[in-house]
C-alpha cells in the first residue's frame, strides 16, 4: 500500500526555460535545419553534375546511333513539349502583350519618351520576359509529367528490362527529351515574343498612342542586335536542357517507390526554377557588360 501511494505522487513539473534557453534551442533547431538543406542540396547537384556528364556524353557520341528509332522520338517530344503548347502560348502572349506592352508604349507616350519604346520592349520582352514565361510553361505542363513517367518506369522496374535488353536508358529515354525540349523552348519563346509584340501594339492603338505600325518595327528593329539572337537563342536552349536534365535525374537516376513520386516532382520543379533563375542572372551580367 505504501509503494503503490508513493507510485501515484506525481513528478514536480520541469523547470521552465528561459526566454534566452529557448532562443537559442530554436536557433539551434533552425541552424540544424539549414544545414541538412544545404547537405541535400550539395548532393543533389553533385549527383546531378554527374547525370548531366552522362547524359552530355551519350548526346554527343550516340546521337545517330538508332536513328529510327530515338529521332521519332526527339519528334514526338516536340510535338508534345512545342506544338502542343502553341495555342495555350499564344493566349498568354496576348495577355502579356495587352498588360505589359501596350501599357508600356502607352506610358512612354505619355511622358514624351517614345523614342526608347524600342529598347525597353527588347530589354523587357527579348532578353527576359519571353524566355522565363516559355521556359515556366513548359517545366509545368511537359516537366513535371516527366517526372511522373520516368518515375513510375524506375518504381515498375522498367528501366532494368531495358538494360537487360542491351538497351541504353540514357540514349532511349533522357537524350530525347534533352533535345525535343532545348528545341521546343527556343521555338516557343520566338512565338511568344511575336504574339506579345502584336497584341501591345494593338492595346496601344486601341488607346489611340500615336505610333505609327513602322515606326513601331523600325523601333524595335534598331533596338535589336545580332547578340540578342545568339544570346536568345542559347538562353532558351539552355532553360531546355535544365528542365529535362533535372526533370529525368529526379524521376529516373535514383531508385524510386511509387508512392515517392510526388516529392520527387516537387524537388524537380523547385530545382528546375532555382537554376534557371541562376542562369538567368548569368545572362543579365552579359547583357550588362555588352
Known amino acids: 500500500m505504501e509503494t503503490d501511494s508513493a507510485s501515484a505522487v506525481p513528478s514536480p513539473p520541469a523547470p521552465a526555460l528561459s526566454p534566452r534557453s529557448r532562443l537559442r534551442r530554436y536557433a539551434g533547431a533552425y541552424l540544424n535545419f539549414i544545414g541538412r ?7 543533389t547537384v553533385h549527383g546531378l553534375g554527374a547525370f548531366a556528364l552522362i ?11 538508332s536513328a529510327r528509332v530515338v529521332h521519332p522520338l526527339i519528334r514526338e517530344q516536340i510535338q508534345r513539349a512545342g506544338v502542343g503548347l502553341l495555342p495555350f502560348l499564344a493566349v498568354i502572349g496576348f495577355a502579356l502583350g495587352l498588360v505589359i506592352v501596350g501599357q508600356t508604349v502607352a506610358l512612354l ?3 514624351g519618351a517614345q523614342s526608347y519604346t524600342g529598347t525597353v520592349m527588347v530589354t523587357v520582352v527579348v532578353r527576359e520576359l519571353g524566355p522565363l514565361v516559355a521556359a515556366l510553361l513548359v517545366l509545368t505542363r511537359v516537366g513535371t509529367a516527366i517526372v511522373i513517367e520516368l518515375g513510375n518506369t524506375r518504381a515498375l522496374g522498367e528501366v532494368e528490362a531495358l538494360e537487360a535488353l542491351g ?14 525540349l532545348a528545341v521546343s523552348i527556343f521555338a516557343l519563346t520566338v512565338y511568344l515574343i511575336l504574339i506579345t509584340f502584336f497584341s501591345g501594339y494593338l492595346f496601344a492603338f486601341l488607346n489611340d498612342v500615336p505610333l505609327m505600325p513602322g515606326e513601331y518595327v523600325r523601333q524595335i ?22 528542365i529535362a536534365m533535372v526533370t529525368c535525374y529526379q524521376g529516373l537516376a535514383q531508385p524510386l517507390r511509387l508512392e515517392e513520386v510526388a516529392s520527387a516532382t516537387t524537388r524537380a520543379v523547385a530545382l528546375s526554377v532555382a537554376l534557371c533563375v541562376l542562369l538567368d542572372a548569368l545572362f543579365i551580367i552579359v547583357y550588362l557588360v555588352m
Not at 37 to 43: A, E, G, P, S
Request: with cysteine.
Open 221 to 242: 528593329a534598331v533596338a535589336l542586335r545580332w547578340e540578342d539572337f545568339a544570346l536568345l537563342a542559347l538562353k532558351t536552349c539552355s532553360f531546355g536542357v535544365i
Open 167 to 180: 538497351i541504353d536508358p540514357i540514349h532511349y529515354l533522357v537524350m530525347p527529351r534533352i533535345v525535343g
Open 109 to 111: 507616350t505619355r511622358v
Open 55 to 65: 547524359t552530355l556524353g551519350v548526346t554527343f557520341t550516340k546521337f545517330n546511333r
Open 37 to 43: 538543406q544545404i547537405l541535400r542540396f550539395t548532393d
